[in-house]
């Protein structure tokens, strides 16, 4: 399978090198520019590309990038890509790094805001795991304890193909509904970085509740990432390491 990363942080370096290890074809990008990721290319076999070949890639595009700079990436790339396109997001909110976003502060769910400013579905996963269990920690099917992974989205085919992904890297993955219930994987959560079996993603799925915990809030002061993208020329740039403890 062909697949486009866009951003080389942790997550995205990581998924570069275990779908690689898989044989997938992979081309990622960042912000920076194909030459800055030549190690990682070198390393992996992986393909560096420019962001906008990255999004014209293949069948999965997978965006890591903080949210701050998704308004941004949505205004020069998202017009023009195909509609067969599964969109994978395993961004995270938090208001330290991407400053106040007012509509997840009023209750979107962050992937709904992501897909809102892409104009186009997406499916949430890879975003309550560490990169290095990720990384190390997958396991064969019917393994006692094989790590689940929760997957949200829409759009039936996209989750299905998707699901099939996190199988492929050693979890079980966890159909965890809607779009719109992807809140319960969210920064907080029962099921965010616990690295639970199936039964016990389902069951923080179940016990998770509506509302973000304080240490996942914005203070009233902090700037917007629309704001700050502008000032900074909206470059996007790589996740940070996530899921974060705190």
Known sequence: MKIGIIGAGHIGG????????????????????????????AETGATA?????????????????????????AETLFGNLPENVAVVDTGNYYPQRDGRIAEIESG????????????????????NIYAKHLLELGQPAGSPGRIALPVAGDDKAAKSLVLKLVDEL?????????????????????????????DGVRRGLSEAKPGRLPEFRAPVETRSPTSDARRNNGAPTDESSQPRAS
């Open 14 to 41: 990581t998924l570069t090198r275990r779908f690689r290890a898989l044989g997938h074809e992979v081309f990622v990008a960042n912000s920076r520019g194909p030459e800055s990721l030549a190690g990682l290319a």
């Open 49 to 73: 590309v420019t962001v906008v070949e990255a999004a014209r890639a293949g069948e999965v595009l997978v965006v890591t990038i903080p949210m701050k700079n998704i308004p941004r990436l």
């Open 108 to 127: 979107t769910t962050e992937s709904r805001w992501t897909s809102q400013q892409l104009g186009r579905p997406v499916i949430k996963a890879f975003n």
């Open 170 to 198: 050693g979890f079980d993955g966890v159909d965890a509904g809607g779009l719109d219930d992807s809140w319960k994987q969210q920064p907080g959560t029962p099921v965010y970085g616990t690295d639970f079996d199936a």
